[in-house]
């Protein structure tokens, strides 16, 4: 069988690279498998391939499987609709609110439209459409509404798209993340041990700078009542979210409130690095095992 390892050469950086090397080895040992960029000469190549493990990013993220679809080619990681879901914060939003998965209250504001006023503050404003934290740093939080203003158009003029003001949630942070029908233990992530007067949060620089000081515990240490509830939530977003084969969710938890923050509809496979890598070692399952099966996982939809 051979299979594509296919990328987004214009999103690469060093975990990413990082990534898709450590996918390509790990198939390699059973199947015949190929880097394949996501460029011009795409659709000549990707017919040749039997399967495709999907490492793409952002809009490509749906461009791939749509066109996988057509060529009736086998891929891992979900459908092209349920990642153009995922991929904005604010229709993934609405979707779980309508679905009872309880997520914090929230407005959306698009490029020119007028910036309302809100009754809960303080509130986060993030890019609706981005990931890895780009867009937040310290001043995301905001307390009134001139500050929410300020930040709102510098979102718009930024990033090109709506902006999502959100109830901030001074709590504790999860992620807890699915694999093959399977919910792998939650991971805490703890932002105390960051340096004195650096954000409780996952702003861009903590993400990428201080990520060394973050403390991740799995499995999470919370009631087993508790670990229940996020579980079944988790399980039910992924299944009105038309999610399938993996995927990630963040949220936080406020007494015994939770809060769903996003969903990661193809989460990154960085070995020693990635989130759902942490959970899947807790989990039992080595690199190549979490890798296997993923790949294995998604062939079973074509099978008969
Ligand atoms: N409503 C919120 N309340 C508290 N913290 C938040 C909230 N929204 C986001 N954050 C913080 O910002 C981080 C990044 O936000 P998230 O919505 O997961 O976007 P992304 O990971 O795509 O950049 C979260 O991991 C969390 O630490
Ligand atoms: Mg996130």
Not at 247 to 263: P, S
């Amino acid at each position: 069988m051979k299979v594509a390892v296919v990328y987004d050469k214009s999103n690469l950086d060093e975990s990413r690279e990082l990534m898709i090397q450590s996918v390509y080895e790990v198939l390699s040992k059973r199947y015949k498998v190929s880097l394949i960029a996501f460029e011009d000469d795409f659709l000549e190549k990707i017919v040749m391939f039997d399967a495709v493990f999907n490492l793409s990013t952002a809009s490509k993220q749906v461009h791939v499987p749509a066109i996988l679809e057509l060529f009736r080619i086998p891929y891992t990681g979900s459908e092209p609709q349920a990642h153009a879901t995922c991929i904005d914060k604010i229709k993934t939003k609405i979707i779980l609110s309508y679905y009872g998965i309880p997520t914090p209250p929230f407005v959306g504001v698009d490029i020119n439209d007028d910036i309302p006023e809100i009754e809960f503050y303080p509130a986060i404003v993030k890019p609706s459409c981005e990931g890895s934290a780009k867009g937040l740093n310290a001043d995301s939080v905001v307390k009134d509404h001139g500050a929410l203003i300020k930040k709102v158009q510098q979102i718009h003029s930024q990033f090109k798209q709506a902006a999502l003001v959100e109830q901030f949630i001074d709590g504790m942070e999860f992620s807890v993340g699915i694999v093959a029908d399977e919910v792998l233990p939650i991971l805490e992530i703890d932002f105390s041990t960051l340096p004195e007067g650096m954000e409780r949060f996952y702003s861009y620089r903590v993400k990428h700078e201080y990520g060394s000081y973050t403390r991740y515990v799995c499995p999470a240490k919370i009631e087993s009542d508790l670990e229940e509830r996020i579980k079944n939530y988790a399980k039910r977003a992924f299944k009105v979210l038309g999610l399938r084969n993996y995927a990630r969710m963040d949220l936080r938890v406020k007494g015994d409130q939770i809060y769903f923050l996003e969903v990661n509809s193809l989460p990154m496979l960085t070995p020693n690095y990635s989130d759902i890598i942490k959970m899947a070692e807790t989990a039992g399952y080595s690199y190549e095992e979490l890798i296997m099966n993923i790949l294995d996982d998604a062939l079973k939809r074509y099978e008969g």
